[in-house]
């Protein structure tokens, strides 16, 4: 097992404060497939291995996000590999950006499964809006930016789906509804996280100008059936 909790955050979550969101064994868990795509290994054991690759779907896929590169589960083959960063909040820093910020709930739902899928935050599904809280801003009656948590762990939770349409960035919205769920998860006496790929610079500055700083590098690997 890795030392630190956010070394295998899909695991950790789903054993603890996501449970109710697992499908698996002891073994490998991932999250419900209307949820999110994320599966991970309690180990690198070759029975940890098996029990993962059962939960591969037959049309699908899994995305494995850990410190260390994983073993390739038998019958399965890697579509995609890449460098992510794992960021931890070190002292949270107000942006300048101003807007109305709105809760999103429910009736939101399809608005912000239409953002997420126009702008492609990271794998936003059915009923990823059930992970946490989200936020957004909206203009003429629109959603058009939006930001929430996705996996929680104990003493943790990720800033995740942040994200704005096409027609209004460079106004900082990003920022500032990332800021607001940073400052809801601090309250709670929680540590914010957040992931990006490590060749996205601008949101890496975005997330810096926060407090966030790197924790380390992790490995982000989409797997399918061979």
Same mark, same amino acid.
């Given at each position: 097992?890795?030392?630190?909790?956010?070394?295998?955050?899909?695991?950790?979550?789903?054993?603890?404060?996501?449970?109710? +969101?697992?499908?698996?064994?002891?073994?490998?868990?991932?999250?419900?497939?209307?949820?999110?795509?994320?599966?991970?290994?309690?180990?690198?054991?070759?029975?940890?291995?098996?029990?993962?690759?059962?939960?591969?779907?037959?049309?699908?896929?899994?995305?494995?996000?850990?410190?260390?590169?994983?073993?390739?589960?038998?019958?399965?083959?890697?579509?995609?590999?890449?460098?992510?960063?794992?960021?931890?909040?070190?002292?949270?820093?107000?942006?300048?950006?101003?807007?109305?910020?709105?809760?999103?709930?429910?009736?939101?739902?399809?608005?912000?499964?239409?953002?997420?899928?126009?702008?492609?935050?990271?794998?936003?599904?059915?009923?990823?809006?059930?992970?946490?809280?989200? /936020?957004?801003?909206?203009?003429?009656?629109?959603?058009?930016?939006?930001?929430?948590?996705?996996?929680?762990?104990?003493? +943790?939770?990720?800033?995740?789906?942040? /994200?704005?349409?096409?027609?209004?960035?460079?106004?900082?919205?990003?920022?500032?509804?990332?800021?607001?769920?940073?400052?809801?998860?601090?309250?709670?006496?929680?540590?914010?996280?957040?992931?990006?790929?490590?060749?996205?610079?601008?949101?890496?500055?975005?997330?810096?100008?926060?407090? +966030?700083?790197?924790?380390?590098?992790?490995?982000?690997?989409?797997?399918?059936?061979?």
């Amino acid at each position: 097992m890795s030392a630190h909790l956010l070394d295998r955050p899909i695991w950790r979550a789903l054993r603890t404060r996501q449970s109710a +969101f697992a499908v698996g064994d002891e073994r490998a868990l991932r999250f419900a497939p209307d949820v999110a795509p994320f599966a991970a290994a309690r180990d690198d054991s070759a029975e940890s291995m098996q029990a993962l690759a059962k939960l591969v779907p037959a049309d699908g896929y899994v995305i494995l996000l850990q410190a260390d590169e994983s073993p390739r589960p038998p019958g399965t083959a890697v579509e995609l590999t890449a460098v992510g960063v794992q960021m931890v909040l070190d002292k949270l820093v107000r942006p300048p950006a101003s807007a109305p910020i709105q809760p999103l709930s429910e009736a939101d739902a399809p608005e912000m499964l239409a953002l997420a899928t126009l702008t492609k935050p990271g794998p936003f599904l059915a009923r990823t809006h059930l992970l946490g809280t989200f /936020c957004g801003v909206k203009e003429a009656g629109k959603l058009v930016a939006m930001a929430g948590e996705r996996m929680k762990l104990d003493g +943790f939770t990720e800033v995740s789906g942040v /994200c704005t349409h096409p027609d209004l960035r460079g106004r900082g919205l990003a920022a500032l509804l990332s800021h607001k769920v940073a400052t809801d998860i601090l309250a709670r006496g929680e540590t914010s996280f957040l992931h990006a790929y490590a060749s996205n610079a601008a949101a890496i500055s975005v997330y810096e100008a926060l407090g +966030f700083k790197l924790r380390r590098h992790v490995v982000v690997t989409v797997l399918r059936h061979e």
